[in-house]
T-cell receptor, first 114, second 114 residues
Framework: DTGVSQNPRHKITKRGQNVTFRCDPISEHNRLYWYRQTLGQGPEFLTYFQNEAQLEKSRLLSDRFSAERPKGSFSTLEIQRTEQGDSAMYLC????????????FGPGTRLTVT | AQTVTQSQPEMSVQEAETVTLSCTYDTSENNYYLFWYKQPPSRQMILVIRQEAYKQQNATENRFSVNFQKAAKSFSLKISDSQLGDTAMYFC???????????FGTGTRLTIIP
């Protein structure tokens, strides 16, 4: 069990550029989640996958955001035409299908939009 | 909509003392799970303890225990014999049974003083 990994750990981009983040969940977990955390706040839910199916999306996930999990393994989160308000920590978590809904978090990708 | 409230933005205690962090939540559901997560400085979020709403017995994990008051919708975390490594942000989180997303509070920054 190597835990949830996320890449890159830090990303600095200029406003208007596109960025893509990757999340590798714990191998036997079929559920994968994306959250966004701004300074001094708790994480806010963005979207959730069960295997390759995206089952729920938050209103926070504007049209500029897209997430995929093509083979039910790793996931990518893309932000197009980044804005300064997109600056945040993007957290990925995974959980098994059975159990107590415990989610295991990765270290996050910190995005800074200049 | 479910909400989670943590009314203590910051707390500090001396090493070896006991500290209690407060959390209240609001839901119309009867079956749900509650969690406390710990986020050390610049490190990833880890699960501290969970509580299933249908269980009357309060959960305990070594030095960590909860006081779950379902009628009052209160879920406090007690840390006994506090250690320097307990210094972190602590988030209370909630999820309905059958709903996958976690709803987090705004967190309590806990500092253990040597």
């Amino acid at each position: 069990d190597t835990g949830v990994s996320q890449n890159p750990r830090h990303k600095i981009t200029k406003r208007g550029q596109n960025v893509t983040f990757r999340c590798d969940p714990i191998s036997e977990h079929n559920r994968l989640y994306w959250y966004r955390q701004t300074l001094g706040q708790g994480p806010e839910f963005l979207t959730y996958f069960q295997n390759e199916a995206q089952l729920e999306k938050s209103r926070l996930l504007s049209d500029r955001f897209s997430a995929e999990r093509p083979k039910g393994s790793f996931s990518t989160l893309e932000i197009q035409r980044t804005e300064q308000g997109d600056s945040a920590m993007y957290l990925c978590a995974s959980s098994p299908e059975t159990g107590y809904h415990e989610q295991y978090f990765g270290p996050g990708t910190r995005l800074t939009v200049t | 909509a479910q909400t989670v409230t943590q009314s203590q933005p910051e707390m500090s205690v001396q090493e070896a003392e006991t500290v209690t962090l407060s959390c209240t939540y609001d839901t119309s559901e009867n079956n749900y799970y509650l969690f406390w997560y710990k986020q050390p400085p610049s490190r990833q979020m880890i699960l501290v303890i969970r509580q299933e709403a249908y269980k009357q017995q309060n959960a305990t994990e070594n030095r960590f225990s909860v006081n779950f008051q379902k009628a009052a919708k209160s879920f406090s975390l007690k840390i006994s014999d506090s250690q320097l490594g307990d210094t972190a942000m602590y988030f209370c989180a909630f999820t309905n049974f059958g709903n996958e997303k976690l709803t987090f509070g705004t967190g309590t920054r806990l500092t253990i003083i040597p």
